[in-house]
């Protein structure tokens, strides 16, 4: 496709249940990142990578929040033990370098995921 | 009910008009910043960067506005047009790698017709 996919658009887990959120950047894009939105607020940076290394993971809140690129290309985002305070828009972004400086980001539309 | 964050700051401006959406970020060392577009049930749309050399870039319809001294930022739509309702977001580069975007809260633009 031409743009970031993501799935699914919308999940809805039990607290307590594991979910796997995926994504698929632009193709040959080089950096990927995920971004957590709570509503009604601005994105709030979860990790970044570059290629299949994971160079940036400082955003994520918890150890039950897990990323992966294995090839490079699509990611997933892995929360474990969901919680009602999860319950956001998921956020993938892809550039074609390195990072995001000087460089158009795109966005994906998101997964947005309800705890219950 | 609403929590705090709901309550983001609206700017009402009638079909025609220029708008301008002001923005103030905390990290003196950030070189980056964008503007990002965000529709509902969308993901944000780049509309505009500038890098802290510069305190002045235009784009089609768009201007925005570097201060560095007061650590502002101004994004201008001229002739604003329904489309542009949407909730904006500014954002300024940070991280080792340029990698990590801070947003700020956002502002609501509606465009009366």
């Known amino acids: 496709g031409a743009g970031v996919s993501q799935s699914p658009r919308y999940k809805v887990a039990k607290r307590g249940q594991d979910v796997a959120l995926r994504c698929d950047p632009i193709s040959g894009h080089v950096s990927l990142f995920w971004y957590q939105q709570a509503l009604g607020q601005g994105p709030e940076f979860l990790t970044y990578?570059?290629?299949?290394?994971?160079?940036?993971k400082s955003g994520l809140p918890s150890d039950r929040f897990f990323a992966e690129r294995p090839e490079g290309s699509v990611s997933t985002l892995k929360i474990q033990r969901t919680q009602q305070e999860d319950s956001a828009v998921y956020l993938c972004a892809s550039t074609p370098g390195g990072g995001m400086g000087n460089t158009e980001a795109f966005f994906g539309q998101g997964t947005r995921l309800t705890v219950v | 009910g609403e929590s705090v964050g709901l309550h983001l700051p609206t700017l009402s401006v009638q079909e025609g008009d220029n708008s301008i959406i002001n923005c103030a970020y905390s990290?003196?060392?950030?070189?980056?910043f964008i503007w990002y577009k965000q529709e509902s049930g969308k993901g944000p749309q780049f509309i505009i960067d500038?890098?802290?050399?510069?305190d002045k870039r235009q784009g089609q319809r768009v201007t925005v506005l570097l201060n560095k001294t007061v650590k502002h930022l101004s994004l201008q739509i001229a002739a604003t047009q329904p489309g542009d309702s949407a909730v904006y977001f500014c954002a300024d580069g940070s991280g080792e790698y340029g990698n990590k975007l801070v947003f700020g809260a956002g502002t609501i633009l509606r465009v009366k017709s």
């Open positions: 500038i890098r802290s050399n510069m």
């Open positions: 990578f570059q290629n299949e290394a994971q160079l940036d």
């Open positions: 990290n003196s060392a950030s070189d980056y």
